[in-house]
T-cell receptor, first 117, second 114 residues
Framework: DVKVTQSSRYLVKRTGEKVFLECVQDMDHENMFWYRQDPGLGLRLIYFSYDVKMKEKGDIPEGYSVSREKKERFSLILESASTNQTSMYLC????????????????FGPGTRLTVL | KQEVTQIPAALSVPEGENLVLNCSFTDSAIYNLQWFRQDPGKGLTSLLLIQSSQREQTSGRLNASLDKSSGRSTLYIAASQPGDSATYLCAVSPMYSSASKIIFGSGTRLSIRP
């Protein structure tokens, strides 16, 4: 079974702090994703990475950066946390589409509930 | 731009009832549609994946249908149980996007009353 783990389930930080959220997957997946989830807004894609050291902006990248130094690890960085970044953060991974992309799916970690005071 | 909508946002039914959750999407150019389950404070678990060439998929008491031409999908849950209480999210994989991106609806929070 695919396993995606996130470093913390709950995190409380203060405004202005630098925050690191870590995600690790054990299935040698090329693609990794960071989402935030807010009530009524669903999941919104922040950044994704399709290979080591490669990254692309998602729909809401402002205020965030990412790092992918190793294939299994994808980090989300809040350079200066703000209260509007209080949210549930979800990491996911997937294989690249090879052949038929209609069977592609993503595997999710348990989430990190971040509160910025 | 692809948008996914789920109505209602919340639903409460008594145990044992059959129920239907609805999902609509604006662009029929998709590779697949998935239904996910999310328990409170947890990550997402994929329940059913319907490829664009398929009309439905079944798993146990769950049946999902896909009508690409009308941009609609339904998730049918038979003989509901309290353990089915969770948020159900619909998601589509758009064509012409990179790296297996998925667009999610905002979910339907389902509560099954004992």
């Amino acid at each position: 079974d695919v396993k995606v783990t996130q470093s913390s389930r709950y995190l409380v930080k203060r405004t202005g702090e630098k925050v690191f959220l870590e995600c690790v997957q054990d299935m040698d997946h090329e693609n990794m994703f960071w989402y935030r989830q807010d009530p009524g807004l669903g999941l919104r894609l922040i950044y994704f990475s399709y290979d080591v050291k490669m990254k692309e902006k998602g729909d809401i990248p402002e205020g965030y950066s990412v790092s992918r130094e190793k294939k299994e690890r994808f980090s989300l960085i809040l350079e200066s946390a703000s209260t509007n970044q209080t949210s549930m953060y979800l990491c996911a991974s997937s294989l690249p589409s090879v052949g038929d992309p209609s069977t592609d799916t993503q595997y999710f970690g348990p989430g990190t509930r971040l509160t910025v005071l | 731009k692809q948008e996914v909508t789920q109505i209602p946002a919340a639903l409460s039914v008594p145990e044992g009832e059959n129920l239907v959750l609805n999902c609509s999407f604006t662009d029929s150019a998709i590779y697949n549609l998935q239904w996910f389950r999310q328990d409170p404070g947890k990550g997402l678990t994929s329940l059913l994946l319907i490829q664009s060439s398929q009309r439905e998929q079944t798993s146990g008491r769950l049946n999902a249908s896909l009508d690409k031409s009308s941009g609609r999908s339904t998730l049918y849950i038979a003989a509901s149980q309290p353990g089915d209480s969770a948020t159900y999210l619909c998601a589509v994989s758009p064509m012409y996007s990179s790296a297996s991106k998925i667009i999610f609806g905002s979910g339907t929070r389902l509560s099954i009353r004992p």
